[in-house]
Nanobody, 119 residues
Framework: QVQLVESGGGLVQAGGSLRLSCAAS????????MGWFRQAPGKEREFVAL????????YYGDSVKGRLTISRDNAKNTVYLQMNSLKPEDTAVYYC????????????WGQGTQVTVSS
């Protein structure tokens, strides 16, 4: 079964940067999409970004467009989220996710990594 493990979260001041990593294992990902969701206390999980494994096509949620960049390293089976110009409202638990391209649901989730942005 596919397993996803996030790392790279932490504390950062507003305007700062972080890079999150997601190590994937347990499958071949040529037919997958991988991405990131986030969830703040009391709020629903929010789509952040996705990337197609084979071609590298990316999509972003409106709230992060222009500040966050998703990428992947196929050789390392790793997905990244580069986070720049961070705002306090970016504070959340960030989850790495994966799904097959022929499915409409995100079937695989990592354990999450906390990102806290202070004013």
């Amino acid at each position: 079964q596919v397993q996803l493990v996030e790392s790279g979260g932490g504390l950062v001041q507003a305007g700062g940067s972080l890079r999150l990593s997601c190590a994937a294992s347990g499958g071949t990902f040529t037919s997958y999409e991988m991405g990131w969701f986030r969830q703040a206390p009391g709020k629903e999980r929010e789509f952040v970004a996705l990337i197609t494994w084979s071609s590298g096509i990316t999509y972003y949620g409106d709230s992060v467009k222009g500040r966050l960049t998703i990428s992947r390293d196929n050789a390392k089976n790793t997905v990244y989220l580069q986070m720049n110009s961070l705002k306090p409202e970016d504070t959340a638990v960030y989850y790495c996710v994966a799904r097959r391209t022929d499915r409409g649901t995100w079937d695989y989730w990592g354990q999450g990594t906390q990102v806290t942005v202070s004013s």
